[in-house]
């Protein structure tokens, strides 16, 4: 099949970006989006240009690198799947596939298709994580949680953190992959002993960079991990409990 494809190219930060367009041709239908772009700068590199520049790296799903647009979608066509996983069999053979970065305020262009999404690093440096005394392994059944809670847990730590919540949020929103950090560490009970100086923490942070969540949705439907919606009221709630419980 035949693809027309139009790539955003920019030099820098501060640079003037723009589309390039180049047919590409002999692609598979099995073929993904990061495989077209491969296709792309293969050619682009032949005919003596610049390839262009985009973030990759597992290719499975797992790592959450591979953060584009495509046809003006966050990650692709296909929902809740990253573009590493999303094929060429989605577009017809001549069509037109548009390949730009991320576009929100958080995350400012480095160059060509990538984006620096430190933000969402500092968010997570800020209280994601758990302070314990190593000391002498307790037993496995010491605290107990309920299967539920195991898996509730785990559903919300599929998050990859690929940062496609913030690019399709209107206002540049981090709830969902804020509240999935808040919602799993909450449900277990070692981190959750910190449970409220990590909500502040992390809150204070996020209020910084990210804009205020209106419910629009499109964060969960773009979520390559299939977190769920309701993952943003964890925000409000730890924020509530963080004011009225404190610790």
């Known amino acids: 099949m035949k693809l027309t494809v139009r790539v955003w190219r920019q030099d820098g930060p501060l640079g003037e970006g723009r589309f390039d367009t180049r047919e590409v041709d002999g692609v598979e239908p099995s073929m993904s989006v990061l495989e077209l772009l491969d296709r792309y700068n293969?050619?682009?590199?032949?005919?003596?240009?610049?390839?262009?520049?985009?973030?990759?790296?597992?290719r499975e799903g797992i790592c959450g690198a591979c953060g584009i647009v495509v046809n003006g979608r966050p990650h692709g066509p296909v929902k809740r799947t990253p573009a590493c996983h999303q094929r060429l069999n989605s577009f017809d053979d001549g069509a037109t596939v548009t390949i730009e970065p991320f576009r929100a305020g958080p995350y400012p262009i480095i160059r060509d298709l990538m984006v620096e999404r430190?933000?969402?690093?500092?968010?997570?440096?800020?209280?994601?994580?758990?302070?314990?005394?190593?000391?002498?392994?307790?037993?496995?059944?010491?605290?107990?949680?309920?299967?539920?809670t195991a898996e509730q847990a785990l559903d919300f730590a599929a998050c990859i953190g690929c940062g496609a919540c913030v690019a399709a949020c209107p206002n540049g929103s981090a709830n969902l992959y804020l509240?999935?950090?808040?919602?799993?560490?909450?449900?277990?009970?070692?981190?959750?002993?910190?449970?409220?100086?990590?909500?502040?923490?992390?809150?204070?942070?996020?209020?910084?960079?990210?804009?205020?969540?209106?419910?629009?949705?499109?964060?969960?439907?773009?979520?390559?991990?299939?977190?769920?919606?309701?993952?943003?009221?964890?925000?409000?709630?730890?924020?509530?409990?963080?004011?009225?419980?404190?610790?």
């Open 42 to 58: 293969h050619e682009v590199v032949t005919s003596g240009g610049e390839p262009v520049v985009f973030e990759s790296d597992c």
């Open 118 to 148: 430190g933000a969402l690093t500092e968010v997570l440096q800020a209280g994601g994580h758990v302070h314990v005394a190593a000391g002498t392994a307790p037993d496995a059944d010491a605290d107990r949680i309920t299967f539920d």
């Open 179 to 247: 509240g999935a950090k808040l919602a799993h560490l909450s449900a277990l009970p070692i981190p959750a002993s910190e449970r409220g100086s990590r909500a502040r923490a992390m809150l204070n942070e996020a209020d910084l960079m990210f804009g205020p969540c209106s419910l629009h949705g499109e964060c969960a439907e773009v979520c390559p991990a299939d977190i769920p919606l309701v993952a943003v009221s964890y925000v409000n709630r730890e924020r509530l409990r963080a004011g009225i419980a404190g610790s």
